[in-house]
């Protein structure tokens, strides 16, 4: 890919004093004048670094932001297929009643029972289009639903469960009906890819090696695909194209995928670009080439939540030394590069340096970091970057004292991170 030469001019070009790991944020004001541009444009994509969060409507009318996601996770029905009525007794996910009186996980009843089954992704995207903002679905259900523990298990036991495959790209395709022709961006099964390459490296085979219920699973769409790992994610992507042509998908991409996590890794002997290029064969052996993005995270929890944990999960915001921020962008570049696909950063942390680290408002830099960055965001193949809180408890753009939404204002004031053309 091609990148731009302007890192160096980005520093003076923000009228921001970039912060120290440690100590009070100083608050957002301006850049000082349009940013150069920097990474690389990707037809139909937008032509600067979107920006985007998970959080309350009043967020979602701030200006700057290009998209907004949402999590479906809790749960499948029970029966054969997506229930036609929530109020019905027949509609149960996980045993439980999904009518309001009782409540389930399955993301279809979320809403008001009495409204048709699946309203709340339509709601969701509806009110993405009224604030002008792109509708992002994580689809995050095989560990959810299946019951088997998080791991390798959800590839080697949960996919090749004939019942529950069934029962799962069953309502995946009724979650993808309910998107229709409406623009919008499909993430599919975080966390999931990674621990299948786990399960490839373990068993010395590879994605086509792994078995999977595709074909066996639903023959409607996906009977000529292989039962395999590979042949899973080709269906999810032939899928997406069926039923909503106009969404964009993306299987999920693990810096750890490798058994080396390219993020944390703090040995300089490292060779990240090239554990980037294993990851890059697995998904693209799984369709990822096919695919329109490929999604990835940085952390799943503030740092300073961590820390309160024992863990040190800290990025040095002055990359002099490892684990570093330059380290995250060269391997999301070399994965990039070897998918042909760009990548979209999801769930980054909304902590910031200036929160008194407790629930809802713990201590971070990655927020600052991308901002005061966009251009290395953009050189290490990004084409977006979405903020948001990966449990309860965590910062969330309406917890952190409003920096997060100053960062984006201040951005958006000046266009954004243009990519280059």
């Known amino acids: 890919m091609r990148h731009s030469t302007a890192l160096a001019a980005l520093a003076a070009a923000l009228a921001i004093a970039c912060q120290p790991s440690s100590g009070p944020a100083l608050p957002p004001t301006r850049y000082a004048a349009p940013l150069a541009c920097a990474g690389n444009q990707v037809a139909g994509f937008p032509a600067r670094l979107m920006v985007g969060f998970s959080g309350a409507d009043a967020t979602a009318a701030k200006p700057g932001f290009d998209l907004r996601y949402q999590y479906l996770a809790g749960g499948i029905p029970d029966g054969s297929g997506p229930c036609t009525d929530c109020r019905s007794a027949s509609c149960t996910s996980a045993g439980h009643r999904c009518d309001n009186a009782h409540g389930c996980g399955w993301w279809g009843c979320w809403q008001y029972d009495q409204d048709p089954p699946g309203q709340d992704v339509s709601d969701f995207v509806t009110a993405a289009e009224a604030d002008d903002l792109l509708p992002m679905f994580t689809y995050y259900e095989i560990l959810q639903s299946s019951g088997v523990p998080e791991g390798k298990p959800e590839a080697t036991d949960a996919a090749n469960d004939l019942a529950f495959m069934t029962r799962y790209l069953a309502d995946f395709r009724f979650f993808l009906q309910r998107i229709g022709t409406h623009p919008a961006l499909v993430h599919v099964e975080p966390d999931f890819w990674g621990y299948a390459q786990h399960a490839a490296i373990d068993g010395s085979t590879s994605a086509a090696g792994l078995p999977a219920k595709v074909a066996s699973a639903n023959p409607t769409d996906c009977g000529a695909l292989p039962d ?41 002997s490292l060779d990240v670009a090239a554990k980037a290029a294993t990851t890059a064969a697995f998904l693209s052996a799984c369709g990822a080439g096919a695919s329109d993005l490929v999604v990835i995270d940085i952390a799943d929890r503030d740092a300073g939540y961590y820390e309160s944990t024992g863990l040190d999960t800290w990025l040095d915001p002055t990359d002099a030394t490892l684990p570093s921020f330059a380290q995250a962008f060269a391997w999301s570049g070399a994965l990039a590069a070897g998918i042909g696909k760009p990548v979209l950063w999801w769930q980054v942390p909304l902590g910031n340096m200036g929160l008194p680290d407790r629930p809802n408002a713990w201590k971070d830099n990655r927020v600052d970091y991308f901002f005061q960055h966009p251009d290395r965001v953009a050189n290490g193949g990004a084409i977006g970057m979405a903020f948001g809180s990966g449990a309860t408890g965590q910062t969330t753009p309406e917890s952190d004292g409003g920096r997060f939404v100053a960062w984006t204002a201040a951005l958006d004031a000046v266009g954004g991170q243009p990519l280059c053309p």
């Open 228 to 268: 395999s790992i590979a042949g899973l994610g080709r269906c999810f992507i032939a899928m997406a194209r069926n039923y909503a042509p106009n969404a964009w998908i993306g299987l999920h991409g693990s810096a750890w995928a490798s058994k080396f996590d390219c993020i944390s890794n703090s040995n300089p």
